[in-house]
């Protein structure tokens, strides 16, 4: 259920001060009791408040959690995805790893000469290469990539709790956010354990309810 400012300003007044009246919250948001009557009603009904006869209404607290985990589930992919930096399957393991560098990065994601998803680069897969004396700059990254169809991936209308959990469950740092197309998956977003710190911040931070 979404709440509206007023009423997100009623929870806000009834968790600090209550019990507290009816007439006491409307004097406080400069309205009549009447047209505050409606939002109160509401609020009891869904269970962030509950009121007494004689004493006024207070604040139920049990619903503080449900609040969160319902803002936390509204979270979506495309809310927080980054931008993805992709190289073509051919270019060098060394050309791929100044990419990584330069773009400030710890995943690439590979692609074929359609444009389409064939495999992602991590900082030990391009480290794991490096050891040794093959010349980098004659490796291409497909020997190395970890390649379709093995590959965790989400799409931007995804939860971002899902994806995050797709993260911890195969220990890796990000997915690609792509959208699938007729000849195979178009790369068009990167979300990693970074975004979703981001999105943790955000909700910790929020003064809201
Ligand atoms: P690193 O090991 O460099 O810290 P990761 O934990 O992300 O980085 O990667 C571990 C391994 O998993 C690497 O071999 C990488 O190619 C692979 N990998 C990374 N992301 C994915 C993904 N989305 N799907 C499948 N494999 C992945």
Redesign the pocket.
Known sequence: MDLSNRQERIIEIVKEQGPITGENIADQLSLTRATLRPDLAILTMAGYLDARPRVGYFFTGKTGSELLTEKLKKFKVGDFQSIPIVVDENVSVYDAIVNMFLEDV??IFVTNENAKLTG??????L?RASIGNQDLTSVPVHII??RMP????CSAEDLLLDTAQTLIE???????VVEEKEDGLEVVGRLTKTNVAKALVELGRDEHL
Do not use: F, W
């Open positions: 710890g995943t992602i680069l991590s900082r030990k897969d480290l990539m970890t093995n590959i965790a991936y195969r220990q890796i740092d990000g997915v690609p």
